[in-house]
């Protein structure tokens, strides 16, 4: 039984930051990439960011470009979303997945076929 369990959310200042953090039991994420999407009040689900397992390919969306970023710990099969600077704008439930994506496929939730249970984030000032 694959299962994703993120933690690491919570309340922020406007320019704070927060690790989230994404572990898997279940699976070899050799062959896997692990996806970060975050889905607002009142809007669609949208792509964070996304890095492969192993070898390279790190994939950001232009809203968090240069503040958030994507790393793991191959060891413990735990997979991390660093971001920085956060702004109310960030302020969304946060859930990373994981899946075999092929590159056209990695910026979209079409690509993953398990899924964490989301962890809250809300930036005030």
């Known amino acids: 039984q694959v299962q994703l369990v993120e933690s690491g959310g919570g309340p922020v200042q406007t320019g704070g930051s927060l690790r989230l953090s994404c572990a898997a039991s279940g699976i070899t994420f050799g062959p896997y990439a692990m996806g970060w999407f975050r889905q607002a009040p009142g809007k669609e689900r949208e792509f964070v960011a996304a890095?492969?397992?192993?070898?390279?390919?790190?994939y950001y969306a232009d809203s968090v470009k240069g503040r958030f970023s994507v790393s793991r710990d191959t060891a413990t099969n735990t997979g991390y979303l660093q971001m920085n600077n956060l702004q109310p704008e960030d302020t969304a439930v946060y859930y990373c997945?994981?899946?075999?994506?092929?590159?056209?496929?990695?910026?979209?939730?079409?690509?993953?076929?398990?899924w964490g249970q989301g962890t809250q984030v809300t930036v005030s000032s």
């Open positions: 890095r492969r397992w192993s070898g390279g390919g790190e």
């Open positions: 997945a994981a899946g075999r994506p092929i590159t056209s496929t990695m910026r979209t939730s079409r690509g993953y076929g398990t």
